[in-house]
């Protein structure tokens, strides 16, 4: 079966240091991953999306960047983190064709940026 | 990306009440899915629509997707303190999610 692992699971960070969050997908291949952010009581923004290697869509212009080194994982990065930075990050995965798909997400990072 | 709008933002009920959240879109969609978020936790792929006119049933959660394929909704019978959650709804365009902001159910016992 499938499994999605992100790490670590809280962060505290300060302003101006530099984030890397990680994400790897276990038990598929060639899966799309995404990158999103969740404000506190907010809904889900997405941030990134990726459907190979070294193939990333970024769907917000931002402090942040990603990359997907290998197939199944994918990193979130920013040189600098602001104030606005912190949220709930999370991955997730999917995999399917035309018009059916299914996403599956990971546990998260929780990033407070001080 | 997909604007969808998702109302009510919160919902409280008496346990044993219905509940339902509706998704709308001004523009045709391919795909809508549903997920649950439970409090501290993280998205929870429920169901998928596809069809014009769709129903799907998972034991007390109802499905739709309208004949139009513009609107969705999510119907809740005689809920339990386990369906406390925030409920989205996220149209799926090209390949990429853009989530409803969400309907907040809170269950009283």
């Known amino acids: 079966s499938q499994t999605i692992h992100q790490w670590p699971a809280t962060l505290v960070q300060p302003v101006g240091s530099p984030l890397s969050l990680e994400c790897t997908v276990e038990?598929?291949?060639?899966?799309?991953l995404y990158w999103y952010r969740q404000a506190a009581g907010r809904g889900l923004q997405l941030l990134f999306y990726?459907?190979?290697?070294?193939?990333i869509s970024s769907e917000v212009p931002q402090n942040l960047s990603a990359s997907r080194p290998q197939d199944r994982q994918f990193i979130l990065s920013s040189k600098k983190l602001l104030l606005s930075d912190s949220g709930f990050y999370l991955c997730a995965w999917a995999l399917g064709s035309g018009s059916s798909y299914e996403q599956y997400f990971g546990p998260g990072t929780r990033l407070t940026v001080t | 990306g997909q604007q969808v709008m998702q109302i009510p933002q919160y919902q409280h009920v008496q346990e044993g009440e219905d509940f339902t959240t509706y998704c709308n879109s001004s523009?045709?969609?391919?795909?809508i899915q549903w997920y649950k978020q439970r409090p501290g936790g993280h998205p929870v792929f429920l169901i998928q629509l596809v069809k014009s006119g769709e129903v799907k049933k998972q034991k007390r959660l109802t499905f739709q997707f309208g004949e139009a394929k513009k609107n969705s909704s999510l119907h809740i019978t005689a809920t339990q303190t386990t369906d406390v959650g925030t409920y989205f709804c996220?149209?799926?365009?090209?390949?990429?999610?853009?989530f409803g902001s969400g309907t907040k159910l809170n269950v009283k016992p």
């Open positions: 523009t045709t969609l391919s795909n």
């Open positions: 990726s459907v190979g290697i070294g193939q």
């Open positions: 996220a149209p799926l365009n090209f390949n990429k999610f853009y």
């Open positions: 038990g598929t291949s060639n899966p799309n």
